[in-house]
């Protein structure tokens, strides 16, 4: 066996636990604990290593045995547990990483890097103790390291293993990372370039991480959502109390395993038996439901922890700063915690109701997650009453650890959801989501309400491109890009959910209208148009077939005029032969009872094999689904119903059909879209870029705008053109730079704070001779005086399109990318498209044809396309400048003139602060 010195012998040793090197940097502080969940959905701790670790790691390596595959990627020799217990416990450094793997308090597993004498790259090494392999330890260690390290600016990993190590030859093959493998001396080096750098693919390193992150979440998720017992403790003797009615919710809905009440002065309730306190409960209760005064809401959870409670659903509110404690009590047990202050959970599997809803809700086939408890009840009364049912419903409240990724998590696993709604208010890690939102919603719709749109939400920004982004903006870009149907109202969600739920999804966007009202065909083909849906013209086999079924006044091509005197049998042929039109890809229905006909029954039994929505007129409510064992009367019916039967969104209003077709048609389009690249830059120099920023923020600790030739060098570093500015200082240079650019220039005063130039009278446009030219320098010097720090002179650019390309660092969302018409306009048009960074070459695509300026762009009225390429390029350059640097708070290009010679950047506006690193991938709970 070789020693631990010959494999790694190049590595410092250390003499002293806690000692630095001599002349190394100085440490940075202690970096907080993180929890993670293993792949058997097991909470861990995990932090860097301290000194007062040094015992625990010494008796780790001494228990391991010689066969730990892990141990012999250390390789054993007699002094390695010493000096490995030295070398790892001291503290951190910028050059230097340990970190520690915690399971019930008890170190179950070692991970470091240490530098090599490659620039950039870091040896790397593990401990796993004997008990713990197979649960993702190791890989989980890994993937914090590669965090640190990425943070750190390092490109790659080294490691050194033995042939026979299999174990951790498979821990690296299977993390996503590269690997590039060297038999050397009867050793196997490792190399593996992180992701982001060299090669290294961020996308594939993220889904793998994704799949490991599903794997525990889904683990852990399982005692709360499949629950084979449950305490309720809080359990009043009253009726009518949010404890009692709880728990007399889960006796009634046929929870088939052991309930324990908990109330210290009762002795049976519901029938049960009462326990005297949370200490007295049985060993390994999968849920506890808490509904206790909330200064003793910590303490509960403490005695749940110790009897080995899985998971706690806190009903009660306003628990100030008992919150914090509640949290850190179910990390250090590892249990999952839902709310607090929230409505309970259902799980129609586990035929588990522990709400205070009204009823148990049938079962069926949507999630639902919700922060609000009251919009959640709301909603489950609408997927009651449409038939739809749930499969699992959360009231995640204020949302300290279970959110709406585990639960989209959850349902795509679960086999019995084909439909996610979500509503939620606040987002922890809104790129997290997104991913996990994106991949789920390539299985089921998704679906929510876009919450706090209003200005009073909006805040005070001094850019153009801070101003465009709204709450409302920022949400529609997070959910446009994970493919979220995401409506503006409850009532429009609802409408969406009953078409997802009961018909396939349309193919295209053509709508073919029939209706036995010519008015209201008429607000049909309006609705649609206002929806982005185009009504079809059926062909002319399908325009004799109808016009042989109708009478003479009738209108066959579209939309369909049936007249108010069709019959139920004609009107079912009606819709069948639109239906089997080649040009139509979805159906509208209107029907008006008359005295001749309800063609309710004609809509219901017409043989249609491509989505159907009806209207009906006189339908009380805004949407109901017909059939699956509800009558013609537009009542709801009871549930998925047999394969055979046809289950029909019938709308009281045809605006709401057209939305709801709008909704399924954008999804299915999305569903169907090329998920697009992030491209790799190679010519950028992020290098370059993070020291100019690091040195502006040395200087400016409160951070501030960039002057001009700063803003111009940081966009350089990214290869972001900027139209050729020559800086002056007096008149006679201005005229003679002015004649070298061309004699057609603009000057631009340089003012120290001032942003909007235009605004000013900073811009002198349009100047042709010396004389304009002189001045113009001349009146800029009188308006701005001593402020003047001097004069720019750029060409004056004919024609093309002004377009704006701005960022804003979101504090939760982080980098937002704004496209838009651009110039003095910007604001007073406010037409813009926005997506968070990273783009992909689809974002950027999507972007530019997604305003509503874009036919400008394309070619428009005999005017040349403008290089929408060198748009596109423009766009993902800024885009990977504000996912790399997070110091940039705020970034104009306005106007970029986009021509067809290529896309200009004229102005720009740069504003850094300080910022910290963050990982929104990062496997870690909250």
């Excluded at 002004?802 to 838009?820: A, D, H, W």
Aim: include cysteine; hydrophobic fraction near 45%; proline fraction near 6%.
């Amino acid at each position: 066996m070789l020693a631990w010195t010959t494999l790694r012998g190049r590595l410092p040793a250390m003499d002293t636990i806690g000692q630095d090197e001599p002349g190394s940097m100085s440490m940075t502080p202690p970096e907080p604990a993180s929890y993670a969940l293993l792949s058997d959905g097991s909470t861990v701790e995990i932090r860097p290593a301290r000194p007062e670790d040094a015992d625990d790691i010494r008796q780790m390596h001494e228990q391991m045995s010689p066969d730990n595959a892990y141990f012999r990627f250390f390789s054993f020799s007699p002094q390695a547990p010493e000096r490995e217990a030295q070398r790892l416990s001291r503290p951190e450094g910028p050059d230097h990483a340990a970190l520690l793997a915690r399971l019930d308090g008890k170190l179950i597993g070692v991970a470091s890097y240490e530098p090599t004498q490659r620039p950039g790259v870091a040896e790397i090494a593990f401990a796993v103790s004997d008990e713990m392999h197979g649960r993702g330890v190791a890989t989980l260690l890994l993937e914090h390291l590669v965090s640190l390290a990425r943070q750190r600016r390092l490109t790659a990993f080294a490691a050194e293993t033995l042939p026979e190590n299999m174990a951790m030859q498979r821990v690296f093959a299977d993390a996503g990372l590269p690997v590039e493998r060297q038999f050397a001396n009867g050793v196997i080096e490792l190399t593996m370039p992180l992701p982001g750098h060299d090669g290294g693919r961020l996308d594939h390193y993220l889904d793998a991480v994704a799949g490991r992150a599903s794997t525990a979440d889904v683990a852990s998720l399982r005692h709360l959502l499949q629950p084979a017992s449950v305490a309720v403790i809080g359990a009043s003797r009253r009726r009518g109390s949010v404890g009692r009615e709880i728990l007399h919710n889960i006796v009634a809905a046929g929870f088939a395993g052991p309930v324990y009440p908990v109330n210290p002065r009762g002795r049976s309730m519901e029938g049960l038996a009462c326990l005297a306190s949370a200490a007295a409960l049985p060993a390994g209760v999968d849920v506890a439901v808490i509904a206790v005064p909330p200064g003793a809401v910590p303490a509960v959870a403490a005695q749940c922890g110790q009897r080995g409670v899985h998971a706690l659903v806190v009903i009660t509110a306003s628990l100030g700063g008992g919150g914090a404690d509640l949290l850190a009590i179910c990390r250090r047990y590892g249990m999952r915690l839902v709310g607090p202050n929230c409505f309970g959970i259902v799980s129609t599997a586990a035929q588990l109701n522990a709400t205070f809803a009204t009823e148990m809700p049938p079962a069926g086939t949507a999630g639902l997650v919700v922060q609000s408890g009251g919009v959640g009840v709301a909603f489950l009364e609408h997927l009651g009453r449409l038939g739809i049912g749930i499969s699992s419903f959360a009231s995640v409240g204020d949302k300290y650890d279970v959110s709406s990724n585990d639960m989209l998590t959850w349902w795509e696993q679960d086999e019995r959801t084909n439909l996610a709604v979500l509503y939620v208010e606040s987002f922890g890690s809104p790129r997290g989501f997104a991913r996990t939102a994106r991949r789920v919603g390539r299985q089921m719709p998704v679906l929510t309400v876009i919450g706090g749109r209003s200005a009073a939400g909006q805040r005070a920004a001094a850019s153009h491109t801070a101003a465009s982004a709204t709450p409302l903006v920022t949400q529609e870009a997070l959910f446009g890009q994970a493919g979220i149907i995401a409506t503006h109202s409850l009532g429009e969600l609802v409408e969406a959910a009953a078409l997802l739920a009961s018909q396939p999804l349309p193919a295209g966007r053509r709508i073919a209208i029939v209706s036995n009202a010519g008015g209201a065909g008429v607000l049909a083909a309006d609705a649609c148009g206002d929806s982005g849906l185009t009504v079809a013209v059926v062909g002319p086999r399908t325009q004799r077939r109808l016009a042989g079924l109708l009478p003479a006044g009738a209108t066959v091509s579209g939309p369909v005029d049936t007249t108010a005197t069709v019959s139920i049998p004609r009107f079912r042929a009606c819709l069948e032969a639109v239906a089997a039109d080649e040009s139509v890809d979805a159906v509208l229905a209107l029907g008006v009872p008359t005295a001749i006909a309800d063609l309710r029954a004609a809509i219901l039994t017409a043989q249609v094999d491509k989505p159907m929505a009806a209207v009906l007129l006189d339908q009380p409510e805004g949407v109901s689904l017909l059939g699956a064992g509800a009558g013609t009367d537009g009542e709801a019916g009871g549930g998925p119903g047999p394969a055979t039967a046809r289950r029909l969104p019938a709308y009281s209003y045809p605006e709401s059909a057209a939305r709801a077709l709008s909704h399924a048609v954008s999804y299915r389009e999305w569903r169907d879209s090329q998920l697009g690249q992030v491209p790799v830059l190679a010519d950028v120099d992020s290098a370059g870029a993070r020291a100019l920023v690091s040195a502006f923020l040395m200087d400016k600790p409160d951070g501030g705008w960039l002057a001009t030739a700063d803003a111009v060098s940081l966009l350089d570093c990214y290869r972001i053109p900027m139209v050729e500015t020559r800086p002056v200082t007096d008149q006679e240079s201005a005229v003679a730079i002015a004649a070298k650019l061309g004699g057609h220039v603009v000057l631009k005063a340089d003012v120290a704070g001032l942003l909007h130039k235009s605004d000013a009278g900073a811009v002198k446009l349009d100047l042709r001779t010396s004389d304009e030219v002189a001045g113009a320098y001349a009146e800029l010097a009188v308006a701005f005086g001593a402020r003047l720090r001097r004069v720019l002179v750029q060409p004056m650019l004919a024609g093309g399109v002004e377009t704006l390309i701005g960022v804003v660092q979101e504090p939760v969302f982080g980098p937002l990318v704004v496209f838009g018409l651009g110039g003095v306009a910007t604001d007073v048009l406010g037409d813009h498209a926005a997506r968070l960074a990273p783009l992909t070459d689809v974002d950027a695509a999507q972007m530019i044809s997604g305003v509503r300026a874009a036919p400008l762009l394309f070619g428009h009225r005999g005017a040349p396309a403008v290089d929408v390429t060198a748009l596109s390029d423009l766009l993902l350059r800024v885009s990977q400048l504000a996912d790399d640097l997070p110091e940039v708070a705020e970034l104009d290009l306005n106007p970029v003139i986009a021509r067809p010679d290529g896309a200009h950047a004229v102005d720009t506006r740069i504003r850094l602060a300080a910022a910290a690193p963050r990982d929104p991938f990062l496997r870690q709970l909250r």
